[in-house]
Every structure is written in C-alpha cells, then in structure tokens.
C-alpha cells in the first residue's frame, strides 16, 4: 500500500508516518511538507534510509506541485496538513484561510484528477464548545459551530471534503480528534511549551479560564486510529477520534510540575484570550463499535512518558524553541501575503 501524507513533518503527521513504517513492512510512505516553522524532518530521522520512505518538499497550495507528487499507483492521501494554533488564528486569520481552505481543495482537486482516496483530519474544535456541566459529547452528525478562526477554517476544509464525495464521488472519510499530545509537538502547544518552562525555571501562563477542559489523546493512539479508518472506513462516513480523558488546564500544569518536581509558584495567570472555548468532547462510539478501535495508552501513562521525552531529548527543542522562530515565522507571513495578493 502506498500513502501520500501531507504534512508529514509535523507533529501528528510524523506520529503517523512512524505508525506505519514501524507496524507494516509492506507500505510505502510519502511525506509531503512545506517545512514551515512546525515542520521538523528530525522527527522522521530514523527512517531517512529507509527504502520505503520519501520526502517531497511541497505546498499543498500548489496544484501543479501536490498533483505532480501523486504517482499513479499512490492508494491514499491521508491530509494532515494544515495551520493549527488557535492563538495564531487570531493573529493571522488569512494564513489559516489559505492554508486550511484553498490548501484542501487543491489537495481534493488532484486526489479527483487521479482517482485516489482521501482521508482528512479533522478537529473536535468545529462542533464549537460544551458547557463544563453539560452532560453530553459531540456526535459525528452534530451542527459545526465554530467560534476561532481556526475552528472555522477546518469546518470549511471539512464541507468541501464532503462535497466532493457528493457532487464528485469522490471516495473520502474523515475524522474528527480530540487534543494531541507526545514526543516531537512544537513547543508552542500547551503540554510542550510548560514542560520545557518548567524545566527551564520559567513561568506556565495559564489563562484566567484554567479550569476549562479538553479532551486528550496520545499521538500513537490517534495515528492507529485513523490507520484503521483508511483500512476498514466506510467511505462517505466520519468517525470521531477520542478517549474520555477529559482534562483541565490546570490539572495538566499540576501533573507537570509534580512530574519534573517543580513548585507551583511558577503558575502565572494572564488574561483570556478572545473566544476561548469552555469544553470540547466527543462520542466515539462508532469508531470503537463499527471498527473496533480502543485507545491503548492512559492519560497518566503518556504524559510521564512524554515528559520524560522533552526531559531527555532537551537538544532537540532547545534547537527549536532558540531558532529564530519569530523571525521565521514574519518573513513567512509578509511572504503569503504577497503570494495570496
């Protein structure tokens, strides 16, 4: 089987793109990245001579280029690529537009040209939120009601994607996950980014709404998931991706620091940030009953793993968190902007 992930480099694609080189001596993998400032191909080193893997540098944004990556015995597309950071959203909506949009429908356009399967991932961001007493989960069928420009970028990438099956027929699924988190997330993301403060001595921002929960999954359990959806998926159906392990903020900031053995003096608190979603869940009955899919890591189990990681590979973030990051990420900015104009 040869599959087609774009964003490969980035933190949940390279989780997949190991899934799969690690669990199947018969597939064939290309990763397709842009390497913008969240793509790391360090995150794939080990399988850099591997035969069955190869790296395309390309923007899904780019028809010729995405269509041109698609040989013709490529099975599957598996579409991870895409803008991601809430905050950033914020800042800079049309980035996510492009990129999240006009990028999936460039994707969707050569998968028809082609014939090829797609699978897209999607966020349990784009049902909106739940009330922190609310006793219910997002179903696969629910209302998009997104409320960031994140959220909304990924439910208008998510209704081209049902589109195309219907007006194309196009053979898609698509899933919707909870949040991530493992080795090799930028540290930028909430788990991350107070691990490498706290082992740094520095203060863990947590927003005046801490107690606003989320729901949490490890990477290697999202990537089997969706590995099983691409495998034995009903084509035309979404499936959500979760696990119950519903968790506050401030709970994970606790569980850290006891973790590496700080003191919670280094908790700060600033203010919300605009539109900041109370509570996200979902049902993933189907997944579990149609598929038999069951998440395999606890909550507790990964998070001291995944400490541990940013505790033992410091070199590696270091060389991320003290890049010129801000610089990068301007001079992409100003640079889509003249590309979009």
């Known amino acids: 089987m040869k599959i087609l992930v774009t964003g490969g480099a980035g933190f949940i694609g390279s989780a997949f793109v190991r899934y799969l080189l690690k669990n199947y001596d018969d597939v064939r993998v290309v990763n397709y990245d842009k390497l913008t400032y969240a793509g790391n191909l360090e995150n794939l080193r080990d399988f850099e001579t591997d035969p069955r893997y190869t790296f395309i540098k390309g923007d899904i944004c780019d028809y010729e280029s995405f269509l041109a990556a698609l040989d013709d015995d490529t099975d599957a597309v598996v579409n991870y690529a895409a803008e991601t950071h809430v905050d950033r959203s914020i800042l800079t909506p049309d980035i996510f537009v492009r990129n999240n949009v006009i990028g999936t429908q460039m994707v969707l356009e050569a998968c028809r040209n082609k014939g090829v399967r797609l699978h897209h991932i999607s966020t349990d961001e784009v ?47 698509i899933s919707y996950c909870c949040n991530n988190y493992g080795p090799h997330q930028f540290p930028e993301k909430l788990i991350p980014l107070f691990s490498t403060n706290a082992m740094e001595d520095k203060s863990l921002p947590l927003f005046k709404s801490s ?20 495998r034995q998926g009903k084509i035309g159906e979404s499936y959500n991706i979760g696990t119950g392990a519903e968790k506050s903020v401030e709970q994970i900031t606790d569980l850290i620091l006891a973790i590496l053995d700080k003191p919670t003096a280094l908790k700060t608190y600033v203010p919300d940030r605009p539109g900041h979603d109370t509570r996200y869940l ?22 001291q793993q995944t400490v541990a ?30 590309e979009v104009a």
């Open 282 to 303: 979902v049902d993933s009955t189907k997944i579990r009953e149609e598929l038999g899919w069951n998440p395999k890591i606890s909550f507790e189990e990964g998070m």
């Open 127 to 173: 049902f909106g939120e739940l009330e922190l007493d609310e006793d219910r989960a997002f179903k696969e069928g629910d209302t998009y009601r997104p409320k960031s420009p994140y959220s909304a970028s990924k439910a208008a990438a998510n209704h081209l994607v049902r589109a195309y099956y219907h007006t194309f027929k196009l053979p898609v699924t």
């Open 309 to 338: 990681w940013y505790r033992d590979n410091q070199a590696w973030w270091q060389r991320v968190k003290d890049g010129s990051y801000q610089e990068y990420y301007d001079k992409y900015y100003n640079q889509t902007l003249k």
């Open 211 to 230: 107690q606003n929960t989320r729901e949490w999954i490890h990477a290697d359990d999202h990537s089997a998931a969706v590995d099983l959806i691409l």
